[in-house]
């Protein structure tokens, strides 16, 4: 065996160079499979430095772990110093020479629900649900909710008592105006909630396989349903998957809306594609999806199976009414 002491300087250097390349690489491994399984979730951070407008975020880890807030997912109007406390979410890791390196985004909707989820107990839990979030980052954001038991009030829930929830997720987000909202599966009901904080009269619908709607409001009310540059109907079309037209009721009158309806009603009757038979209830037009949920919970699926148990009164679910049963058996005759 070779005396060690014999090796040539060179040598050793160079040994003790791959010797540290080869920790090096261990540890980036190690971190990488643990951070890897964690893109959604979010992190905290603090502002380290910036540069060409991306924001590096210290996250710890001894330098080998570093955030990196590139500027399309920078939430528009936040400004930062330095050692500012950042929470964003994780949307990719890469690895580079210096270390590991964590995407992160703070324009990304689902931090949103992240920060949401943590103060309202109501959505931790399942009982409230996010159908879904829209969002200009920085301006605002528009979040339609529903709950799964009728005596808890989504909308309550998330706003909390004197808007103490809500107010403490504006905070996080950097004073960004959120609008909290009740989904509903009737589009007209729906569109009607998602131009909040506007109140609309009346929505009509043009075209519901081009989903085309136009929503009536009072002349005061038109600039908050439109809102500033068009965001809070641009945001509720995003919402609704609704193109969604807003007119006074002065400009509606000009419209010859019955033959709107008319046409569009004598289309549906003389469409001469083939409609296809339904069977299952989660098929029919405009059903409560809260209500399809917890009658497939039950074993209840099909709407002859529906109409059976119904006639016989024999569907008794917990937070179902009798009210919301009635309802489906409406739609199906």
């Known amino acids: 065996m070779e005396d060690p002491k014999s090796f040539e300087r060179s040598a050793v250097a160079t040994g003790k160079q791959n010797a540290h390349q080869g920790l090096n690489e261990k540890y980036k491994d190690s971190l990488y499979n643990e951070y890897k399984d964690k893109i959604g979730e979010m992190i905290i951070g603090y502002y380290q430095r910036e540069r060409n407008g991306n924001i590096y975020v210290d996250l710890g880890n001894a330098g080998k772990l570093e955030g990196v807030l590139p500027v399309k997912f920078q939430s528009k109007l936040e400004y930062y110093d330095k050692s500012d406390r950042i929470k964003a979410l994780i949307v990719d890791i890469k690895k580079t020479n210096s270390g590991l390196q964590l995407i992160l985004s703070r324009s990304d909707p689902k931090l949103v629900s992240q920060i949401l989820e943590k103060e309202v ?53 950097l004073n960004e105006k959120i609008d909290v ?82 046409i569009q009603n004598v289309n549906n009757l003389f469409n001469d594609d083939k409609v296809d038979e339904i069977t299952r209830i989660d098929e029919i037009p405009g059903v409560d999806e809260v209500a399809v949920a917890l009658l497939k919970d039950n074993g209840i699926e099909l709407i002859d199976d529906f109409i059976e148990k119904y006639k016989e009164n024999l569907i008794n679910i917990e937070n179902l009414s009798q009210e919301t049963l009635d309802g489906i058996n409406k739609l199906i005759n």
């Open 181 to 262: 909202l009740k989904y509903d599966s009737d589009p007209m009901v729906f569109i009607k909630n998602a131009l909040s904080p506007a109140q609309v009269e009346k929505v009509v619908i043009l075209d519901a396989e081009k989903h085309q709607a136009l929503a009536i409001v009072q002349d005061s009310q038109l600039s908050l349903a439109i809102g500033r540059q068009g965001q809070n109907v641009r945001l509720a079309n995003r919402l609704c998957d609704w193109n969604i037209d807003v007119k006074t009721i002065e400009q509606a009158s000009e419209m010859n809306l019955s033959e709107v309806n008319t």
């Open 121 to 173: 107990p109501e959505i931790a839990d399942g009982t409230v649900e996010i159908h879904k979030i829209v969002r200009d980052a920085g301006y605002r954001t528009k979040i339609a909710v529903f709950s799964k038991r009728e005596e808890v009030d989504p909308v309550g829930a998330c706003v909390g008592l004197k808007g103490v929830r809500i107010q403490n997720v504006i905070r996080e987000l």
